[in-house]
């Protein structure tokens, strides 16, 4: 009997992390495959169905400027208990830990439909860093009947957690698909990501530094601080920056005051997926507070400094090729001065693997959603 699985997404990272879910689960004839965009981000989210091929079956389009937590969470809420009503589905599959993946998992549970939670397990034992994301999975993990952990780490925080071992599967995380996916699509047609040629032109000879940040822990004392670092570390005439710009105007009022006038820093609009592969390959350091780029960068061989207190990733960690910078200005300037100066140093970080998944997790999910009864 075919199983209809409503997939519920939202934002930027889950829009990535969930492509490879959606493409595995329409090429797959045990499934009817229903997809929900909340559409909690826009122009991220359409830059993502675009280059997935994804035309999403129900869309909400619940972004508001600037939303409120609580605004967005009860919209969430009424929008996708609405669609599940309509839809009935037999499983609702999640991901990650937006208020879109929360919010699915609650109307679902109050539905009395199995969840599936698709990079279960994140943990920073820190419910404000980041926030409100360590609370949101939280409230996934506590709903959900099937964990797809990315690594045996995460499996592990279940565990402890008293979750049933046999609810919990190490998958692999999906983006570890996606990246290998939009690399090899880059790699057919390399006009997809031809978009920095001119910023490459403008910046030749000089060194990349890639940045994102975004985290709302981080606005006002952390971002303010991370902007300083920039301005500093923009001093050295040897470096570029190329900074794609998150739109929430928390971020945009801090970066754009702080650094709009440097001439080796490039503030960009969000780059579409292929074209933030292209900054992967470019850039010889990330500079990132993005849960998703601490777990590309390994991947390609680059050294990425987490600009947290804490990670929910320690894997990269661990291996060496991530390091938790912290949000000081000082610290952040002086960790990327020694991985500029410091060859040693760098090669230590610049080595590529892959803590995170080997590009086949979406297959394994869909293979467990198919044993399941
Ligand atoms: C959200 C997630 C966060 C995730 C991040 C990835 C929550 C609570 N937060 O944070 O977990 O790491 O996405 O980027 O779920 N905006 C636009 N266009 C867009 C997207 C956002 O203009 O395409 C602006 C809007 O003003 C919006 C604001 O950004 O109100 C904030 O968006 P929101 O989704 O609430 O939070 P993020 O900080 O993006
Ligand atoms: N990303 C992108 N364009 C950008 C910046 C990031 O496509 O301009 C991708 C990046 O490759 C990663 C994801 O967006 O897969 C990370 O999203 P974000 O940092 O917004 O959220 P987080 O991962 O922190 O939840």
Redesign the pocket.
Known sequence: MTQTILVVFG????A??MFPVVHALASDPRFRVVTCVSAQ?RG?LD??LAIAGIVPDHDLDLMKPDQTLDGLTAALLTGLGGVMDAQKPDWVVVQ???ATAMAGALAAYYRKIPVAHVEAGLRSHNIYH?WP?EVNRKIIGTIAALHFAPTETSAAALRAENVAADAIHVTGNT?ID??QWVSAKIEAEPALANGLADLEARFAGKRIIGV?S??RENFGGGLEAIAEAIRQIAARPDVALIF?V?PNPNVRKVVEGALGDLPNVAL??????P???R??GLAEIML?????????APALGKPVLVMRETTERPEGVEAGTAKLVGTETTRIVSEIFTLLDDKAAYSAMARAHNPFGDGHAARRIVELLGNVR
């Open positions: 934002t930027r990272p889950e990535i992390k981000h991220m830059q993502v990650g830990d937006t980041p994301e983006v996606a990246l994102t975004h985290r794609p998150h960009i609009e969000p780059l579409d997926y074209h933030f592969a900054l992967l990132t507070d993005s849960g998703g780029v601490q777990e590309e």
